[in-house]
């Protein structure tokens, strides 16, 4: 069964200007112990997905339609007492994009680990700070650092200590939004595989949101690509990478560059992403798609299943 | 004439002071410094594009800050076609050489004035250098250099300013800047780093074909190694402010023979869900630059470490004429020093 169930959602910055639609029209699914790669270029809408599901969303964010479930409730409709006592954290946590300054630079790490298990659970300082040392060893840090400050540790060891942030309270869940970004490479794998281990360890489900498709290559077993606020393809990591469907999710996967594979030629995707208080009429990518037709400009292509289980948004299928 | 050196930089070193407290100044019995590069020595051909790859920290930028004088070495030898420009005065010989050393820095977001348009943006650098006499001559440079950068039509950006560029257009507009002087060497510090993948390699194309059109040297600074093995002839992998390795990049990437260059390449995750996964195999992270590790540098991470690592530096050796390594597993003491 779905542990958390997305169904046709659609959030709207409101603004001056109009409503700048982020999260247009997306459904999709995590189940129990799967991870899920959420993928697209920046201002795709992916980390207002994500702060949707979490409902911390700015003033001006409206969730216009939609529900999402996780466990059977629905959490658009609920309370902010109950969602801050029961859903966040204790069921659904999240890294935040920028882990080096998510962190308050203040208090000890250890500090901030314990404010967020004596929120949600009743339980002594002492025990707290017992736990948040077992965590920061479970990311790979020395329990003896649990005193330190943020400015003390290096960009690897703060991501890895926000990590253990959001393991505190045992959720089920854990959005991760581009969580090494700012990381090099060495520490970047470093990262990754702490977060693989601890999936197999804690039966976690996790949302990985990253413009970079190969961390979901390493990471995820499904993934979902979003474009101008909506999905335009969804399915198994293997399928996708092997037979992307969807022009944009083929451009996209060539755009990378290789380390090992054959030395080819980069693909690249002419034209800018659109403006989402304007967003193209008919299928939002077309002004940049090569295949683009008359039906594309003007009827907007719906999700069918292609494969099993691989859905695709575009009027060729 | 393509093949002949274009830049050569020999032992090149920048040490950084560190300030200290009034007290500590008085008990401390030397000036720490962070030693950010330290004997530095490569060079550059002539419409070569030459990567230097590493992490953060380990001097890649500095370097390049250096070899324009954007930060004054601390000692070592900057050669531009035969000059050590090192011993050029500043304000005047320096100043009319930058008309020919160009740099694009890493984020657009901050390497543009926010106050200025596009069109004085671009055409600085021209009027800086008196290299046009006319208004009707910077126009027309202007436009051109948008043109050539997919920026069109031209008359739409001109009076625009950079807030209301996305960030890959922000950086068309510091690539016009760089090459409206038309330069001859051309640092590019991590141009597209900042950039969303599917913009990076529009870019990056339109950065080459201006590297062909006007057959410039190019010194690329970047983190990621796949992306140097695609655009680089040849590179230099930095650790901790040292050379490790430097080569052809096919060479490299294919056959590292430094352990960090291998786990450099091991780290970097593939976009194929079939092929191998990530392995880590180097620990901790990249020690502080200020007491770095004696011996070789890499030592404490590296899973070949010897006794003799511990204690003795190994000098960048040749192993064949493509290849410079500094690794004790390499090279004999025999091996000709590079």
Redesign the interface.
Known sequence: MALLKVKNLKMYYETLRGYVKAVDDISFDVNTRESLGLAG??GCGKTSAALTIMRLLPYNGKIVEGSITFDGNDIVKMGKKQLRKEIRWKKISMIFQGAMNALHPIYTIGHQITEAINEHENVSKKEALERAGKLLELVGIEPEKIDRYPHEL?G??KQRAVTAMALACNPDLIIADEPTTAL???????V??VMKELQSRLDLSWVLIT?????I??TCSRVAIMYAGKIVESGD??HI??EPLHPYTQ???T???????P?ME?????G??PDLLKPPQGCRFHPRCPHATEICRTKEPISVEENKNHYVACHLY | MKGDVCLEIRDLVKYFPIKLGFFKTLTARENPYVHAVDGVSFKIKKEEIFGLVG??GCGKTTTGRCLLRLVEPTSGEVIFNGTDILSLSLEDEMRRLRRKMQIIFQDPYESLNPRMSIYDIIAEPLRIQKVTKTEEEVRERVTEQLDSLDMTPPEEFLYRFPHEL????RQRIAIARAYVLRPELLVADEPVSML???????V??LMLSLQKKFHTSVLYIT?????A??LCDRMAVMYLGKIVEMGST?DI?QKPLHPYTE?????????????R??E?V??G?VPSAINPPKGCRFNTRCSHAMEICRKKEPPLVMIDEKRHVACHLHGGPEAPKA
Do not use: N
Request: aromatic letters at 4%.
């Open positions: 270029e920046s290096s690897g060891m090099d490479v060495i520490v970047q794998a470093q990754l595989k413009h970079d498709l190969s961390m290559t390493e990591v293997g990478f092997k451009k996209l996967i755009a990378f560059p290789s380390v090992l594979g030395k980069l693909s690249s995707i002419p800018f992403p | 992490e953060s996305s960030g890959g257009q969303d993948a599917s913009i990076r390699s529009e990056l194309k983190h990621d190694i796949a992306l093995r695609h096919s990437v786990a450099l390449i091991a780290a970097v995750p593939i976009p194929d869900p079939t092929a996964r990530i880590v180097i620990k992270e």
